[in-house]
């Protein structure tokens, strides 16, 4: 059953991906009539290259996952985890996150790079699947930090893929501003080809940064829900409030990031390329925590991780 729903994500996911790219290439080939580009509307409610057939193709690939998830992380009555189904998770929970982004904002730049990234993770614990079983996963202290903590590093995975985007379209934008732009329209599409048809699927940066910073609000705020009920089940299961590990260091230094960014961009409104990397910084610093623990273990000291 497992491999049926492995290779049912897989193609619905893989089929979004396909339609996706074949439009973006479809537009990339498109010539323009005259001189001057015309200039995008502004996004109407939901994505306009994201019709329903699409929308709902990506619902049942979400539904396929999540069924995968839970029948490969939950058999019987024990929990199977691992940096594999970390990632497999995070990138679930990133790509449901978007589908409920794309009823409002047009984001087509965003689909095109988070779901090969999400077939790419689904398929990892099939490689990787040396995982631990967690004798304590029945706790519900635990249940409520397991759910929490993934919701948040979706929520992170977003707002770092976020990021990316909005240093390629100010790179762009900086690009065109430095006299790079040709005085032909034609040429400037030729030029450009595919990336500049992609860029040009997003919504203003300001809208970008607008939805940036409420997903880092959101994130941050479970985030220190996820600190502190690990802090309660580590009393409840080992009664120790807190060891200083890879996992715990990590996790806190992202918190200590994540909520600088946010009090600088309340207090000075701090935005730009600098903020941004620093939104990548605090991401890379979560994913270690998350992630990179438990593939040092698992894959590279072949030890079980609690």
């Not at 802090?231 to 715990?248: G, N, P």
């Not at 230094?253 to 909520?259: A, K, Q, R």
């Amino acid at each position: 059953m497992d491999i049926v729903l492995y290779a049912l994500t897989v193609l619905l996911y893989g089929s979004v991906c396909v339609a996706d790219w074949r439009s973006l290439r479809h537009a990339a080939a498109q010539p323009l009539l005259g001189s001057v580009p015309p200039v995008p509307a502004a996004p109407a409610v939901g994505a306009p290259g994201f019709g329903h057939g699409l929308r709902a193709l990506l619902l049942a690939a979400l539904v396929a996952h999540g069924v995968l998830l839970h029948m490969t992380i939950f058999p019987q009555n024990e929990m199977v985890f691992g940096f594999a189904f970390a990632l497999s998770a995070m990138f679930w929970l990133g790509a449901g996150i978007y589908w409920i982004e794309s009823f409002f904002f047009s984001l087509d730049g965003l689909r095109i790079m988070l779901l090969p990234l999400a077939v790419f993770a689904s398929l990892l614990p099939l490689v990787f699947g040396g995982v631990r079983v967690l004798p304590y996963a029945a706790a519900p202290m635990f249940k409520l930090h397991f759910v929490i903590a993934n919701i948040a590093y979706g929520l992170f995975a977003i707002a770092a893929l976020h990021a990316v985007l909005m240093l390629a379209v100010e790179r762009r934008l900086h690009a065109l501003r430095g006299g790079r732009r040709q005085v032909a329209a034609g040429a400037v599409r030729a030029n450009e080809g595919w990336l500049s048809s992609w860029l040009e699927t997003l919504p203003p940066l300001l809208t970008l940064e607008k939805l940036l910073f409420r997903l880092i609000g959101a994130g941050f705020v479970l985030l220190t829900l996820t600190l502190i009920s690990g802090i309660v089940f580590s009393e409840q299961l080992v009664d120790r409030a807190l060891s200083f590990d890879h996992k715990t260091v990590f996790a806190i230094l992202s918190w200590v990031m994540f909520g600088s960014l946010l009090m600088a961009r309340r207090l000075s409104g701090w935005r730009g390329r600098a903020a941004l990397r620093w939104v990548l910084a605090s991401f890379l610093a979560l994913l270690l925590a998350y992630v990179g623990s438990r593939f040092v273990f698992e894959v590279l000291l072949h030890r079980p991780v609690v």
